[in-house]
């Protein structure tokens, strides 16, 4: 099969617009995966699906990801006069990522039997701007996922046929996989408590757990 | 009334008596009838346990019924989730009297481990009155056959009369319990005070 | 003595066991279930309520109205199956008896297989077959 890389050459002289990279991976697989920009995502996965040499007919998983707000640190070395002198200090550059909620297909051709070719959307933000377009219409088996996504992450997917929750109840409100979401604080009395139940502990049981 | 040195002693004489109360309760023991009802992984257990190397058969209890009208046990074999829990809080109700409840496994008991969970039940108890919990991830089926002649040993023990007679016996007690309603965040309520308490800790 | 009775009227009446066996036997099946409803009617309070009265009964509750209507192409369709249906019922005998039926019998026949049909070419023109 090919590799992301000729893929994306491909993909940009077929479709001038979208926006394409190509996100590496530090783990052991290094599977390398796609990143499409939202508008553009319908146009690229068309293609993937319809492309002679790829045939990606099989959409196997849809995942969500939340990557909330972070601050990411970054050692830079940056020329400064000191006493006069002319010297090297490492500085430490602060930068905030704003966060975004993403959404991962895993693409397999059964007809070509290759695979996976891994697809990723990425929303404009966590809070307004949390729509991707639904790869439904391509792959009908990503209807119940993208359902899914949208029931845990808050994912609104554009063009999908029937846009519900599906795991929590209808009246539910938040979305339960969000790192910044918090249960309702129904705390049971543990012997063993640990971490964030450690903490609830304290809260309810003060007398009883010292730590 | 009749004494159990006695009884012994007629027995050993070859002449068998018995009370109402021990005739009823042996049939009632003898023939529960369980509800063909499964939430998760522990129902695949049950299933084994009915089959015919576990043979539940052997103690009355392999008849399940596919309708609550029919049935006098409730199994209640897996995860409860919260959006399950006011159906299974309904189908209780909709069983006639008497009617008992097991709670076979981890996750029925104490929401296992997804009791930190965002969407998992913490124990069945906190809606329905549970009678015999039986632990284990899953419990084998020994265990749920062992969860059984607990509950005919209960059963055999119950009184026709008196205050501390058999809950379906008395009219003061409920037959029906509360069935949560779906709210914003949890159940609401997110637990039957009536039926469950907060453990109290004692030192 | 009452031992002594029946056996003195079975050897007159020699069939007087019967009824006596059968009124025997009903009362052996009708026993437990009086005794059933006795003990539920006097002995154990009725606990009724809202779910225990619901009519369905897989812990949903119900939504709607039983009463919903059909639309008419369902019945259509229902006498559309019928047709086949009866044609196969008497087109086997026809089958199975062809060699031996005289001519006015095949003409018969065939009479009733054409109304079948324009029955069936009737229905198709109307569109009853389409699903809507």
Redesign the interface.
């Known amino acids: 099969m090919e590799t992301p890389e000729q893929i994306k050459a491909r993909l940009e002289a077929a479709l001038p617009s979208a926006k394409i990279d190509v996100v590496t991976n530090d783990c052991a697989a290094g599977e390398r995966s796609l990143l499409v920009d939202a508008a553009s995502g319908l146009a690229v996965a068309r293609f993937l699906r319809d492309d002679a040499q790829l045939k990606l007919d099989y959409c196997s998983n849809v995942t969500g990801i939340d990557w909330p707000d972070k601050e990411l640190t970054e050692k830079i070395k940056v020329k400064q006069i000191v006493d006069g002198v002319e010297k090297e200090v490492e500085e430490v550059k602060k930068t905030l990522r704003p966060g975004f909620l993403e959404v991962v297909y895993h693409l397999y051709s059964m007809e070509l039997k290759h695979g996976p070719v891994v697809l990723r959307l990425r929303t404009g933000n966590r809070a307004d701007q949390t729509h991707v377009p639904s790869l439904t219409p391509l792959w009908r088996g990503a209807e119940f996922q993208e359902r899914e996504v949208y029931d845990l992450y808050g994912v609104m997917f554009d063009g999908h046929p029937d846009l519900r929750r599906i795991l929590m109840w209808d009246e539910f409100e938040g979305f339960p996989m969000r790192r910044d979401y918090i249960a309702p604080d129904d705390f049971e009395y543990e012997p063993t408590p640990h971490d964030e139940v450690l903490e609830a502990a304290k809260k309810h049981y003060p007398t009883e757990v010292k730590a | 009334m009749i004494e159990a040195g006695l009884k012994n002693e007629l027995q050993k004489q070859g002449v068998y008596v018995t009370t109402l109360e021990d005739l009823y309760n042996w049939g009632r023991a003898n023939s529960v009838w369980p509800l063909t009802f499964g939430l998760a992984c522990c129902a695949i257990e049950m299933m084994a346990a009915s089959m015919a190397r576990f043979d539940l058969a052997r103690f009355g209890a392999e008849v399940f019924r596919p309708s609550p009208r029919q049935a006098d046990l409730m199994i209640v074999a897996g995860t409860v989730t919260k959006k399950m829990a006011p159906l299974v809080v309904r189908i209780y109700n909709q069983m006639p009297e008497p009617k008992y409840v097991i709670a076979m496994g981890a996750c029925a008991i104490s929401g296992g481990p997804f009791k930190q969970g965002y969407n998992v039940l913490k124990g069945v108890d906190r809606y329905l009155p549970v009678d015999v919990a039986i632990p284990g991830c899953p419990p084998r089926p020994e265990a749920l056959i062992h969860a059984i002649m607990t509950l005919q040993e209960k059963i055999l023990n119950q009184k026709l009369t008196g205050p501390d007679r058999a809950r379906h016996l008395n009219a003061d007690v409920p037959g029906e319990f509360l069935v949560p309603a779906y709210g914003k965040q949890d159940l609401e309520p997110s637990k039957n005070t009536e039926v469950w308490q907060p453990p109290a800790i004692q030192r | 003595m009452l031992v002594e009775a029946i056996l003195m009227t079975t050897t007159d009446h020699n069939y007087l066991v019967l009824p006596m066996l059968m009124v025997a036997a009903v009362g052996f099946a009708l026993t437990p279930l009086a005794a059933a409803w006795a003990w539920a009617h006097f ?3 009725a ?1 009724p ?4 009265n ?1 009519i369905y ?5 119900a939504k709607g109205d039983a009463w919903i209507h059909f639309r008419s192409e369902y019945y259509l369709y229902g006498i559309i199956f019928l047709v086949f249906d009866v044609e196969t019922i008497f087109l086997l005998p026809f089958a199975v008896a062809f060699t031996g039926l005289s001519v006015g019998a095949f003409v018969a026949m065939i009479i009733f297989l054409l109304l079948l049909v324009e029955g069936l070419v009737w229905a198709w023109r109307k569109g009853i077959l389409n699903w809507h």
Not at chain 3, 49 to 52: H, I, S, V
Not at chain 3, 57 to 61: A, F, K, P, R, S
């Open positions: 002995f154990s309070p606990k309520g809202k779910d225990k619901a009964e897989c812990g949903l509750e």
